[in-house]
């Protein structure tokens, strides 16, 4: 069985003290995810977080490798898939310029609603946990 790498991270930023996570919509399907990709070559997963987000959103994070969480799953074309996710904190004044070959759509949102826009329960686990990191004073 083939096994994709990937990496990315929950992107936030605070809003009234409160987390409002970036959600990124896939240009090629309804999937609502966070920003994340392919490891390429020997980049590290912190590496392909940071190539990654930055590619799909011109954001230039600095990412917490404090907190991470991993995805691991079948996909529908037989290759398993392990995702590792991080977090990175943005200003509130960010500008977001989306890929557009992947990316259709993006938002922030409060935790409940990027939880139900979310388009898998494994991508809502991981916001779960992140949330749970970032709102116990890991900020």
């Known amino acids: 069985m083939i096994t994709e790498n990937a990496s990315g991270a929950v992107v ?5 003290g409160q987390p409002q996570y970036l959600l990124l919509k896939s240009a090629t399907s309804d999937f609502w995810g966070f920003p994340k990709g392919h490891v390429e070559g020997t980049e590290t997963d912190l590496e392909t977080a940071h190539r990654e987000i930055q590619e799909e959103t011109s954001l ?3 990412i917490d490798p404090e907190f991470h969480t991993v995805l691991d799953y079948d996909m529908r ?3 398993h898939k392990h995702v ?3 977090t990175a904190k943005v200003p509130n004044d960010v500008t977001i310029h989306r890929q557009a070959v992947e990316i259709s759509d ?3 949102f409060p935790y409940q609603e990027a939880r139900a826009t979310l388009s898998y329960a494994n991508l809502q686990g991981a916001l779960d946990q992140a949330h749970a990191y970032l709102t116990e004073g890991a900020q």
């Open 12 to 16: 936030y930023q605070l809003k009234a």
């Open 60 to 62: 230039d994070v600095t």
């Open 77 to 79: 074309n037989g290759h």
């Open 84 to 86: 590792v996710l991080y």
């Open 106 to 108: 993006f938002g922030w």
